[in-house]
């Protein structure tokens, strides 16, 4: 199969047979063998019931609806699990993203040799207040901080080749973060394509101002588990061996001067600086040494993505 499309959606009954027919045609208009994979993220309105009718009138179409609302990293990862296409496409319900963009950007990753296109925006069609600015400084910081050249991270069009789909796994609210993860997983052939976008027709948007903390916290998440997941001690270790090794100096140049005569303990602000590194230090020590006894007994310590083998 040359392409599978997967299709997150939560509350868009009325979009999905418009954006139905314009897929059939592209796809049928360039004679692709295709799927496409509906993932009804616990959807409350007759997105189900469409769902079902077009797998009635085209076996290939395929659905999977989710018991209650897990969001849309979680769609996509079940999503992924189904698909069985050379090229994956994932692509936004509600008729924001456009079709015409899967020829070209299916061609990109099987000709150009990319492991993932990225969609961008370049003309936003979304309110400016909570969407266009608030987005162009997360982009910048995702950007800063992974080392990928994006200009839009969150796009929900992108293209991958089978490989990655199958090698990473997106949970919470990470679907933000799929470059970072496919670059971390080794796979870092990763290319942009400039998209139309339009504006919503139906529906309302389901992603909220919150998205901004939520969205950092995670990008926190991904680079510190991707540095330091499998060796916490690297991180705590050495940032509580420093300061505990600080404390203690200190610690030890707060009581001579007290023999000295210098200063009194309980007065003085150093001596209890000083405590509070030697402690804080112990303390970071202790939390790396309980995580690398966490990933001592965790399932998927050796876990590596084999790319290619000869045995
Ligand atoms: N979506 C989802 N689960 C959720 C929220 C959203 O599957 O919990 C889907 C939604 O139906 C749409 C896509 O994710 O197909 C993008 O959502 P939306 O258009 O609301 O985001 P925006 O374009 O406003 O950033
Ligand atoms: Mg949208």
């Not at 994006?150 to 609210?173: M, P, Q, W």
């Not at 998209?195 to 919150?210: A, I, M, S, W, Y």
């Not at 202790?286 to 045995?311: M, Q, V, W």
Request: with cysteine.
């Amino acid at each position: 199969m040359d392409i599978s499309i997967v299709v997150p959606l939560y509350n868009e009954d009325e979009s999905l047979p418009h954006l139905a027919e314009w897929i059939d045609r592209v796809m049928e208009s360039h004679g692709f063998d295709y799927e496409v994979i509906m993932v009804d993220d616990g959807s409350k309105d007759r997105s189900w019931a469409v769902i079902e009718q077009l797998r009635d009138k085209n076996p290939r179409y395929k659905g999977v609806k989710f018991r209650r609302n897990y969001g849309k990293s979680a769609a996509l990862n079940v999503g992924f699990s189904h698909a069985s296409g050379d090229v994956v496409i994932t692509m936004d319900a509600d008729l924001q993203d456009s079709p015409d963009e899967v020829p070209e950007l299916y061609r990109m990753i099987k000709e150009d040799g990319y492991d993932l296109v990225s969609g961008w925006k370049k003309k936003r069609y979304d309110s400016k207040l909570a969407k266009n600015i608030p987005s162009k400084f997360f982009n910048w910081t995702t950007r800063r901080l992974s080392g990928i050249k994006l200009h839009d991270f969150n796009c929900g069009l992108k293209a991958y080749r089978h490989d990655v789909v199958k090698s990473i796994e997106v949970y919470g609210e990470m679907h933000r973060y799929i470059p970072v993860i496919a670059k971390w997983a080794g796979f870092g052939k990763i290319g942009e394509k400039v998209v139309q976008h339009r504006k919503r027709e139906f529906g309302v948007t389901k992603f909220g101002l919150n998205r901004f903390v939520n969205g950092y916290l995670d990008l926190m998440s991904i680079m510190f588990m991707s540095k330091f997941g499998k060796q916490p001690m690297h991180f705590f270790g050495l940032v509580g061996s420093c300061s505990f090794l600080l404390g203690f100096i200190a610690l030890v140049v707060v009581c001579v001067l007290r023999l000295c005569g210098r200063i009194a303990l309980t007065n003085s602000v150093w001596f209890y600086l000083s405590m509070l590194f030697v402690l804080m230090g112990a303390m970071l020590f202790l939390a790396g040494f309980l995580g690398e006894l966490i990933c001592r007994n965790s399932t998927t310590r050796n876990s590596y993505l084999i790319e290619k083998e000869l045995l």
